[in-house]
């Protein structure tokens, strides 16, 4: 293959090569000043992009898994209830954490392509009269269906029922990709990732919990050790990571984070959105003539940063992919689980342009046609036409 690769994945995404280069130097020492000033900046850097001022930011030397399991392992005990939103096969993981950790996990169904019903999750907690619920947990973008959640709502009904659960919310494919806002939304604890929006290789993650959670805190009896924040925090931040810390992760986050903090949050916000949209007005165009379609079925949960895309009847997604990949040098993500075969995904967020994406969309095009796959003609110029509206 010459040329580029297109890599449309919806994590890891692109990795610009100011963060590479960031990362590509030799090892200090992570006890001393120099380490330990970046990590604290970074940290600090990661709040705005949070819309938090007063939660704790915990990074871990993990992916996303690692997050995950350190949101369970320290804020409840053997035994606790949680409320599951079900979203997708992501939500069905950070349920299984849960599960890992003796907890029971109480699942609130959501049907295939559709956003989290917020009458269902008042309803629910409202019967809750025993307040046994210990905690909400909701992924706010659904990676394996390119869904946004809706958090905001989600956190209304809590508060209109009265409930005093815990509200954690996944926001690793939304975060500095589309607006999250930890402290409007009373979000007890998020978790986060940087291989997506913050555009770094896989391997580090974080949690950002307030005072809520870290009250919580005290009094869970889970088993931890390596993700354990009474090892990690001290005198109300981070001071370890009680192993060897990730240092070169942070000299990535660092570029990072200057290249977000250049181009502006709500830029960035807004260049995710006309991608999403063309990416979008392109599949719409696929879908009029039989074609693949857009997964979700209510445009406003679409989310801004991956597209799903669901074949036509009797068409693989993965023979698409493989082609898309093998042939056009365009990578695509799979369908995961029960939606595999059925639904490639488009990443579109991270460090992207519109002439990328267009590339990537006449890739997959090629594939589709390659495929024998029926599609409507035009989605190129869909997609064009939609970038050039103001
Ligand atoms: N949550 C969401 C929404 C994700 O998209 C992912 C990974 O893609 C994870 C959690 C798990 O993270 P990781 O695969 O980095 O462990």
Redesign the pocket.
């Known amino acids: 293959m010459r040329g580029w690769q297109f890599f449309m994945h919806?994590?890891p995404t692109n990795i610009p090569q100011r963060v590479l280069l960031a990362m590509a130097r030799p090892a200090v020492d992570f006890t001393g000043a120099e380490f330990v000033a970046l990590r604290d900046a970074c940290l600090a850097r990661l709040k705005p992009i949070l819309k938090t001022e007063r939660a704790v930011v915990v990074a871990y030397a993990a992916?996303?898994?690692?997050a995950?399991e350190a949101s369970i392992a320290n804020l409840f005990s053997p035994g606790e209830r949680v409320l599951v939103c079900e979203s997708g096969y992501?939500s069905r993981?950070?349920a299984a954490t849960a599960s890992a950790f003796g907890l029971e996990v109480e699942i609130l169904p959501t049907p295939e392509r559709a956003a989290l019903d917020v009458g269902m999750l008042g309803e629910r907690l409202a019967r809750d009269a025993r307040r046994e619920i210990k905690a909400v947990m909701l992924?706010h973008?659904?990676?394996s269906t390119g869904m946004r959640h809706p958090v905001a709502e989600a956190r209304a009904a809590i508060d209109a029922a009265g409930h005093p659960a815990l509200f954690l919310v996944?926001t690793?494919?939304s975060l500095a990709s589309y607006d999250f806002r930890m402290d409007e939304w009373k979000v007890d604890l998020a978790?986060g990732?940087g291989?997506?929006g913050l555009m770094l290789p896989?391997g580090m993650?974080f949690t950002a919990a307030n005072e809520k959670a870290l009250a919580a805190a005290q009094g869970a009896r889970s088993p931890r050790r390596y993700f354990d924040w009474r090892n990690m925090m001290k005198e109300g931040r981070q001071a370890s990571f009680v192993g060897t810390a990730p240092m070169h992760f942070f000299y990535g986050l660092e570029a990072a984070l200057c290249m977000l903090e250049e181009e502006g949050l709500e830029n960035v916000f807004a260049r995710h959105r006309r991608l999403a949209r063309a990416t979008r007005a392109c599949v719409d165009a696929w879908a009029a003539g039989g074609g693949p379609q857009v997964f979700p079925l209510e445009r406003a949960y679409a989310s801004d940063s991956l597209t799903a895309v669901l074949m036509p009847q009797g068409h693989d997604a993965d023979r698409v992919r493989n082609i898309a990949e093998a042939r056009y040098g365009v990578a695509l993500g799979r369908g995961l689980t029960t939606l595999q075969g059925r639904v490639f995904r488009i990443g579109h967020m991270g460090d992207l342009n519109e002439p990328m994406l267009l590339g990537a969309l006449a890739g997959i095009e090629l594939a589709l046609r390659d495929a024998g796959v029926p599609f409507g003609r035009g989605g190129l110029e869909a997609a064009q036409a939609a970038l050039a509206a103001p």
Request: overall charge negative; aromatic content about 14%.
């Open positions: 919806p994590g992916s996303g898994n690692g995950w992501f993981n950070w992924v973008n659904e990676t996944d690793i494919s978790v990732g291989q997506k896989p993650s």
